[in-house]
Nanobody, 125 residues
């Protein structure tokens, strides 16, 4: 049974930083693609950043230069370093993964088969 467990959310003032973590377990092999998504109240879930098994990363335009995705394969852990946070970054953040080779993008949310329970990030102005 694949499990993704996020942690690291919290409340920070605008301009602050947070680091989210996602520990993956239950895989018989490493997933092809892992990523972070977010959902604000009243809005659809949207992609933030993804990282493929070869380390290639991709970011939504709204977070480029401020958020950095990375992973530690030895620890089966995915990270999202969040700097220069803005109030509009406030959302529930989800870790997700899939094993479909050939596509690792934050724009195709329905590719992702496995999801964590989410961790809340709140940025005050």
């Amino acid at each position: 049974q694949v499990q993704l467990v996020e942690s690291g959310g919290g409340s920070v003032p605008a301009g602050g930083s947070l680091r989210l973590s996602c520990v993956a377990s239950g895989y018989s092999y490493s997933p092809y693609c892992m990523g972070w998504f977010r959902q604000a109240p009243g809005k659809e879930r949207e992609g933030v950043a993804v990282i493929a098994s070869d380390g290639t990363t991709s970011y939504a335009e709204s977070v480029k230069g401020r958020l950095t995705i990375s992973k530690d394969n030895a620890k089966n852990t995915l990270y999202l370093q969040m700097n220069s946070l803005k109030p509009e970054d406030t959302a529930m953040y989800y870790c997700a993964a899939h094993s479909k080779s050939g596509a690792c993008t934050w724009q195709r949310i329905y590719d992702y088969s496995f999801w964590g329970q989410g961790t809340q990030v709140t940025v005050s102005s």
